[in-house]
Nanobody, 123 residues
């Protein structure tokens, strides 16, 4: 069982920034994929960003490219999401997740999930 502890949510004005973190319990492996997803009211959960734990390859949804950056700290078993130039459309509950396998954007393919944290961007 992998447990994920999230932090870094909150309220920010449009144009501002937030940094999310997600710490995994125990050891992580090079074959894992870690990702961030979000779900806004009335909408389906959607992919935001992903990273291969071993190689560090990164992937982004078109809606957040050039604004969000995903990174990882191997020693700390932690993945980060730096969110810049936030706008009200980014308002959602954000979740980190781990897949024991290759990268995919499909949330149903991920094996473990954090508790989710609200990010609210005011206009």
């Amino acid at each position: 069982q992998v447990q994920l502890a999230e932090s870094g949510g909150g309220l920010v004005q449009a144009g501002g920034s937030l940094r999310r973190s997600c710490a995994a319990s125990g050891r992580t492996y090079s074959g894992y994929t870690m990702g961030w997803f979000r779900q806004a009211p009335g909408k389906e959960r959607e992919f935001v960003a992903g990273i291969r734990w071993g190689a560090g390859s990164t992937y982004y949804a078109d809606s957040v490219k050039d604004r969000f950056t995903i990174s990882r700290d191997n020693a700390a078993n932690t993945v980060y999401l730096q969110m810049n130039s936030l706008n009200p459309e980014d308002t959602a509950v954000y979740y980190c997740a781990v897949r024991i396998g290759s990268f995919t954007t499909g949330w149903r393919m991920y094996n473990y999930w954090g508790q989710g944290t609200q990010v609210t961007v005011s206009s």
